[in-house]
């Protein structure tokens, strides 16, 4: 099926959105007359630069408040929608939008709305255009899809027909198995968007919160196979009214719709996609650094051993346990120094996890760097972090053993990562590894910082051996003072705090408030309550477990958490994060790190 | 009546929000739990720096799910409150918080929840202690401010009141006359917090989207009035959940929090101010430059004449009809060069303008800069912005007139002043206009820019002659690319733009399809049409007129308005500051400027 984009979902001028959408895949765009207006280009200009970048104006919109009103009103708004008609034939776009009226003057007469919608539709025709009649879902009288199709039908005209919108549908509450009574013939468009599941007024939820398709809780797929039951053969545009994406650039924004709306048509079947190949584990972190001497400090005190060396770049090979941290020297940067840059996963088919990630328009990254590498499958996420897709320990084989102490603190594994996002792409990273990699997502929490909240959400595979937690600042400033961490799975925390901080390590304080406070809240025995206060470790309960963890001083713009997860603990220790982000910003206060 | 603020209401660390609170004149805080627990200093060390600082500590807050529970749940819960009420004793804080619970154990059972607040005061009371119950609006069960009261009344017990918050209380549409049966020496704590009037889930709308009293829609004076009425004598205390403050710098937050209590406290006459004393007038506006050449070859183009210089400073007066524009060179800047730095209003009583700008926390400013000059009374607005109260043309007998031509292109006065705020301010900016000069705020409204929402609100005073568009951007590091600008009001818009160009202006280019567009909603004569296609000028009306304005180029961050308003007409050109936005957008990508 051809896809389409409205233009209000991107940011920029109307050039910068054109290409955007073009650059992303889109077949075609929906044109929002605000763009239009504001465009220095002309209508045939514009038409122009569409067919330049392959991509046809599938609809202009909006018209407003135009049935349904006294003959005077709509007289004028004849006079108006020949103008439309007139721009839309110089622009070669084949279908309008009319929205149900939200005038004051309009009255609900399905008779009234039907006739006039019928004449606007006549002069439609003279220009060779069609018009496709939605309902608001805050229309004055028409706020159902079902009421709009009615009038629609009773017109009976044929350059008349309805255009479905999954957000003004699903968010009313009506049931869209009835699409599938109307005629797929007589659907002239559909427009997709998902939303989160606020109770708010109908209007700002729409104008400001709509999202796309899999980053809200609409139900967009099963709509959408209720509007293919009817034979619509139209495209799947996305129609989305977004505060952020109004702000983000428009080229990611653009890929990001583009793989939502690949995984929506995966999903009702009417495209395919390789496979998802779930990874099972986590081979490696990779830090980059300009000055390797504090985080090979801070992995040496954790009880990690450098096992080995890369043969054809300066890349380090620490281990402990299945824990694998790669330092690699890299340029020096202007903020931050040390720096979470990509993780390795264990992917039972490597070739076909890049292949899918592909096709859902992640950048593949060069399989060897050096044509002495072995080679690897790897691509890009939208935050930049590099994922390898390791489908054994080939990757190792370009590393040569070096000659070690054996040293370990009981570090078993990685247990998570910490991907810090962009401010303006948080939605999309969650849809990006739950569809390219196909993790689960988990709700969405805020955490509160000092200077503002955050908001977190983790993504994980079914056994858990990869739990990726992703968070973003409160603010687009934020992004470059937050610290990634790499959490390390111990059985026992507190040996292993002791033995990093007895090898120099130094662990982040914890104020000793915290401890009187757990001491209320759970019955812990003195002993254990000093030592947690003693080294700095925080403690949670969920209903299925325990989670201890503490974290060490923040290198660049990294640190490490040490956790033990006992009796099938699911979180992250969210409740936690507020003291360990204060504690964090108390640090920086004297270090100005 | 003694203030007070909750910590949360304020961004930082606990230290920050102590100094900030103490710095704007609070009497006291509510100390939230969280705050306490990321604090590096102990409950004896907050009690002495708050000692320091002049502040109580008049609430500890939150217990949370305390009552109506079963009875292992809550001898569990007791133990807790013992902790607390521990903490509470090393703190010197009297009064501690409990919510209504939340929790799915709850019974809906008043004689439980009575019985067992009754057995919790006990605790208290040993700790000389007192506990002040309050309903969340999302309570299990209780969620009104009576069914609280008749809980605690049930109880009657010495150690044990109600907490009032307006925030609980008029969000879900209680009747807050019913507050005058409870009898003044119950009420133990009274919380205050406004918000705007959305349609959300409440508990959302309470975390969020809180403001400070006279920032939002809800009736806080009324509810205040009847507190008062029962007696009640504790402190007003502000306790506001609001993501945006929680980004801002504590300081200005915590001026702004107390300037909302001294009008609150003015409009129900527990505190008396000055009166207020509303402009008349623009005296003049103030650019600031470190080079004056493209600014004043912008004003002569606009018919401006160089009518006077300072006597003692590098200030030109330029004026036309009753504009006047102030140019002063200033040090060059690091960003934007020419900005709107200061504003001239006419004011019946400068002296007592000034007093009470100074009573509500504004920062007054030295009367004379030179001990030469004619001595003004001013004060710097939250945002920076100088502005000054202007008697007479007293003001002017500081400058010497210059021999100039006289020249004119119809401009009669400033129309308004359109001044860009930073994006933690925005309801701050209201509410300063508005209760230190008297001004009336006008609804806020929404501007697509192509980059992102603005948000844009007017303050006026009675007959139009002083409007003030303040605006936001849609992020904050949207602040230091915004350009301010300067109205001018002329009766023949068209005219003026033309010998603006004529003179060698340069207007901002609108594109032709606004044009078109225009030509489709009204029926304007061609000839007409065609003449504002020439020039760029926008058109808008409504119910009362009608406006018709174009913008010069900018010049630094500031760019001048012509503007014709007609028949009453009292808005803005909002419908058209889109099209405006991204014309300047598209200016900006061409220069760069």
Chains 1, 2 share one sequence.
Not at 64 to 93: K, Q, S, Y
Not at 140 to 147: Q, S
Not at 167 to 174: D, K
Not at 365 to 389: C, I, K, N, Q
Request: charged letters at 25%; one cysteine or more.
């Amino acid at each position: 099926m051809r896809t389409s984009i409205a233009t209000v979902s991107l940011s920029g001028s109307l050039t910068e959105k054109l290409t955007a959408a073009s650059r992303a895949g889109f077949d075609g765009v929906e044109l929002f007359e605000n763009d239009l207006l504001a465009s220095p280009l002309t209508p045939e200009g514009i038409r122009a630069r569409c067919a330049d970048l392959g991509l046809s104006i599938d609809l202009y919109q909006p018209m407003r408040d135009v049935e349904a009103v006294p003959a005077e009103e709509f007289a004028r708004n004849l006079r108006r929608a020949r103008h439309t008609f007139e721009l839309m034939r110089r622009l070669g776009a084949g279908t309008g939008l009319v929205c149900s009226s939200v005038s004051p003057l309009a009255v609900d007469d399905d008779a009234l709305a039907a006739e006039q919608l019928s004449r606007l539709a006549d002069l439609a025709q003279d220009f060779g255009i069609r018009v496709a009649y939605e309902a608001l879902a805050w229309g004055r009288h028409v706020h159902t899809y079902d009421h709009a199709w009615r009038i629609v039908e009773r017109a009976d005209h044929p350059a008349l027909g309805t255009c479905l919108d999954s957000f003004h549908i699903l968010s009313c509450g009506s049931d869209p198995k009835g699409i599938e009574d109307i005629p797929g013939e007589k659907i002239f468009f559909l427009q997709l968007a998902d939303a989160p599941l606020l109770a708010m007024d109908v209007l700002r939820w729409s104008r400001h919160y709509r999202c796309f398709p899999g980053q809200g809780g609409f139900d967009v797929v099963g709509l959408v196979r209720h509007v293919l039951r009817t034979g619509y053969a139209g495209p799947l545009s996305l129609e989305v009214f977004n505060d952020v994406f109004r702000q983000a650039e428009a080229g990611p924004t653009a890929v990001d719709a583009r793989r939502s709306l690949l995984v929506l048509q995966e999903a009702v079947g009417t495209a395919g996609l390789p496979a998802p190949v779930v990874p099972t584990g986590v081979a490696f972190a990779e830090l980059v650094t300009s000055d390797t001497e504090p985080v090979s400090a801070l992995l040496a005190a954790l009880g990690f051993a450098r096992t080995a060396r890369h043969r054809t770049k300066p890349v380090d090979l620490w281990q402990q346990g299945e824990a694998r941290i790669l330092v690699t020297t890299g340029p020096a940067v202007r903020r931050g120094g040390t720096r979470l840059a990509a993780v390795g996963l264990q992917s039972p088919d490597p070739a076909a996890a890049a292949e899918r990630a592909e096709a859902l328009l992640a950048p593949v990254l060069p399989r060897r760097r050096d044509s002495r590498d072995a080679p690897l499958d790897a691509v890009a996420a939208p935050d930049g972090t590099e994922l390898y897709f390791c489908g054994s320990d080939r990757w190792r084989a370009d590393f040569d053993p070096v000659a070690h102490n054996p040293a370990a603190s009981g570090v078993r594994h990685i247990d998570h990562l910490a991907l810090t996002q962009p401010w303006h792409h948080f939605d999309q990273a969650a849809l990006f590894f739950r569809s390219v990699l196909g993790l689960h997502a988990q709700e969405s929490v805020d955490v509160a910082d000092p200077y503002g909240l955050l908001r977190s959400r983790a993504v994980t595979n079914d056994d858990g051996s990869v739990r990726i937690a992703l968070s973003v600042g409160a603010a687009p400033t934020d992004d470059t003072v937050r610290a990634r961490h790499v959490a390390l799975a111990t059985d026992d925390v507190v040996a292993a705090a002791r033995r990093f901080r007895a090898a120099g390590g130094r662990l982040l304080p914890v104020p000793a408030n915290y401890y009187d406070d757990l001491a209320a809240r759970y019955e812990l025995p003195e002993e254990e309550l000093s030592t947690y206060r003693e080294l700095g470790v925080l403690y949670d309960r969920d209903a299925h477990g325990v989670f201890r963890h503490c974290s060490t001083r923040t290198v660049g713009r990294v640190f490490i958490e040490l956790v033990q997860r006992d009796g099938g603990y699911r979180g992250y220790g969210a409740v936690d994060a507020p003291v360990r982000l204060a504690a964090q910003q108390a640090v920086r206060a004297v270090t100005g790190g």
